[in-house]
């Protein structure tokens, strides 16, 4: 049984999501990707407290849960609010989390996690490369093209005719 066989890369990724400048997922997703209850999960957590500092795991403020729920989880229905903030896991945080999930699912869905985060850094990356590209080239061939581009903001400019009036003329005007 591959990671790949247990979750689908898009599914991972769609739980993968920026917050404080991280790369991170929710508590609740992870319990979900492992197949256990958000509770089980925070608890083998808890027991373990020393392997995950701030820089691993931390608990989300209401404004930061309230901003991510109404973007990512839709509105919350009455009477299901949650009792306390969930807890984000960065990288370096869920592959914390292996050694202290001993199942072989949670243990096949972490490599899937892992090479998602890793696929997720290369795509950064070279978008980053392909954008420092484009500017170079702009300040490489600005001069050059200089003409071309004064030619289409001109075209873009308001026409300053004067537009004729429409509809029926009466001869005493």
Known sequence: MGAS????????ESKIFFIRGKKGMLDKDLAALYGVE?????RA??????????DFMFQLTKEEYA??????????KRGRNIKYSPYAFTENGVAML?????????VHVNIQIMRT?????EMLATNAELAQKIETLEK?????????????????LPSETKKKKIGFKREHE
Not at 5 to 12: A, F, G, L, N, T
Not at 45 to 54: A, S, T
Not at 117 to 121: A, E, G, K, L, N
């Open 5 to 12: 066989d247990i979750i689908p890369q898009e599914v991972v």
């Open 38 to 42: 958000t509770k089980m999960l925070n």
């Open 45 to 54: 957590v808890k027991r373990n407290i020393d392997r995950f500092p701030e």
């Open 67 to 76: 901003g991510l729920s109404r973007y990512q989880f839709g509105t919350l």
């Open 98 to 106: 292996s050694s202290v999930l001993n199942s072989k699912r949670a």
């Open 117 to 121: 985060f890793t696929r997720i850094r």
């Open 140 to 156: 490489k061939y600005d001069a050059q093209f200089k003409v071309v581009f004064d030619a289409f903001r001109q075209l873009m």
